[in-house]
């Protein structure tokens, strides 16, 4: 039996593969069985496709799609960057028992799915600002506060800075600090065109 063909779109690998040109019927129960039978990943879009059947190795079951999104951390001692998917909620689920169905599914998902945005604070590719990162944490669980502002305008990157402007919790007092005291011009700039909107007018 041959391997299903796909149109695989640029700059997705292929990291593992069981997807076999094979409908379930009696006889080809062991083209139906294991953890997964096919991984595709995508390092610039943050994206995992994860294609199972359940139950395996049952023919009255059915093809199950995952789509997650991950994040990367780099590793000193092999020099390459760690893979951390979000198992616990992917961000697209997709069932059927047609082969073409989902092959149809697949390869459409190969051609839209957007780029997922790490909203970590970070400083290269896969490397954590761990000091601009506490803050962030602090702000999902507490919340922005005069303190932690003053804080981020004194200690925070300007990544960080970029976040607390684009926060749903934004105040005018914290757009004047950061229009005055923003870490780059791009900072303030940004902070005083804020000001200019409706939401901010005075």
Do not use: C
Not at 3 to 21: C, D, G, H, K
Not at 144 to 163: K, R
């Amino acid at each position: 039996m041959n391997l299903q063909p796909l149109r695989i779109e640029a700059s997705w690998q292929v990291t593992y593969n069981q997807f076999y040109e094979v409908d379930p019927i009696p006889g080809h129960e062991s083209y139906f069985e294991g953890s997964s039978l096919l991984m595709l990943r995508n390092n610039e879009r943050l994206k995992i496709i994860d294609l199972q059947w359940r139950p395996e190795l049952d023919l009255d079951g059915e093809y199950q799609l995952q789509v997650l999104n991950f994040v990367e951390n780099f590793n000193p001692i092999t020099n390459e960057f760690d893979t951390e998917p979000n198992w616990q909620h992917p961000v697209f689920n997709f069932a059927t028992k047609s082969r073409l169905v989902l092959v149809e599914k697949l390869e459409d998902l190969l051609r839209t799915l957007p780029v997922f945005e790490d909203p970590r604070m970070i400083e290269r590719r896969g490397v954590i600002d761990e000091l601009s990162e506490s803050y962030r944490l602090k702000i999902i669980e507490n919340g922005i506060s005069t303190d932690i502002t003053n804080d981020i305008l004194e200690n925070g990157s300007a990544q960080l800075q970029v976040y607390i402007l684009n926060h749903k919790d934004l105040t005018r007092e914290i757009l004047l600090k950061f229009a005055e005291n923003g870490v780059t011009k791009k900072v303030k700039n940004q902070a005083k065109q804020k000001l200019t909107s409706k939401r901010f007018r005075v």
